[in-house]
Structure formats: C-alpha cells, structure tokens
C-alpha cells in the first residue's frame, strides 16, 4: 500500500482504542480484522476509485446486549472513532 497508510491508520486505530480504555474503561471484546482490495471498477463497489488504489478495510465485531446502557456506549463509541472516518 502507498506510504504505509495502512499501517498508520492501524496505529491510530489502536491508540484511540487504548484511549478509550484508559477513560472510559471500554474495550472492544471482539476481533479487529484487516482485508485488503484491489481496485474495483463497480461503481457501487467501497474499493471503487479511478486511481487504481489498493484499498485496506479495518473489520471490529463489537458485541453487545440491548439495553439502556447501549445507547450511551454507541454515543462513547461515535465520539471516539467519528475523527476516523
């Protein structure tokens, strides 16, 4: 991948999970997953791009159960990874 991005987001990435846990006490109890693509010429398709730029997908299953506690976590979680995306 171009200038290691990928890996400098996964860095980022991990620090803002460290960060989450130090404050909140909040970690992420499932596994972080990385999946790369070629560039993809479907213009629906997330990997589609004109550049021809190999794309990086970071997966994370965050489980949880319903609860009124959920919703303040989703808003911990939206406050924490929004500068992400």
């Known amino acids: 991948m171009k200038d290691d991005n990928h890996l400098n ?5 991990l ?3 460290k960060e989450m846990y130090d404050k909140q ?3 992420v109890n499932g596994p972080l997953s ?3 693509s070629s560039p993809l010429s479907q213009f629906l398709s997330m990997a589609n791009n ?3 730029i190999p794309t990086c997908y970071v997966e994370m ?3 949880y159960h319903v609860s009124l506690f959920v919703c303040s976590l989703l808003n911990i979680y ?3 990874f929004s500068p992400l995306t």
């Open 9 to 13: 987001a996964v860095d980022a990435l």
């Open 15 to 17: 620090g803002t999970l």
């Open 25 to 27: 006490k909040l970690y």
């Open 34 to 36: 990385l999946r790369f």
């Open 50 to 52: 004109d550049e021809g």
């Open 61 to 63: 299953a965050i489980l």
């Open 78 to 80: 939206l406050f924490y």
